[in-house]
């Protein structure tokens, strides 16, 4: 069993940045995929941004792009999502979600494990 753990979350204004942090509870962090999903109130976890187990290969919706930036640093366990040019549309709740093996996409049901998400407010 894994577990992660979201940090970093909190009140922005509008165009300001944040960086999320994921920790994730295993000796064997590198042999997992992450990706970070979004939950706004009343709506669908949606899917952010994902990397494979080195880094060399990330994946973003389109809605972020440019903006976000996933990265990992496998010496800490430990996955970051660095958000600029935050807009009012970024409020949610942000997920991290593991998967065992190489799966870098946006399909939420492919990954085993989930923290209990940390809330990002962006101000107008």
């Known amino acids: 069993q894994v577990q992660v753990e979201e940090s970093g979350g909190g009140l922005v204004q509008a165009g300001g940045s944040l960086r999320l942090s994921c920790a994730a509870s295993t000796r064997t962090f590198s042999n997992y995929a992450l990706g970070w999903f979004h939950q706004a109130p009343g709506k669908e976890r949606e899917f952010v941004a994902a990397?494979?187990?080195?880094?060399?290969?990330?994946y973003y919706a389109m809605s972020v792009k440019g903006r976000f930036t996933i990265s990992r640093d496998n010496a800490k366990n430990t996955v970051y999502l660095q958000m600029n040019s935050l807009e009012p549309e970024d409020t949610a709740v942000y997920y991290c979600?593991?998967?065992?093996?190489?799966?870098?996409?946006?399909?939420?049901?492919?990954?085993?494990?989930w923290g209990q998400g940390t809330q990002v407010t962006v101000s107008s």
């Open positions: 979600a593991a998967h065992f093996g190489d799966y870098v996409g946006s399909n939420l049901h492919s990954y085993e494990y």
């Open positions: 990397i494979n187990w080195n880094g060399a290969t990330t």
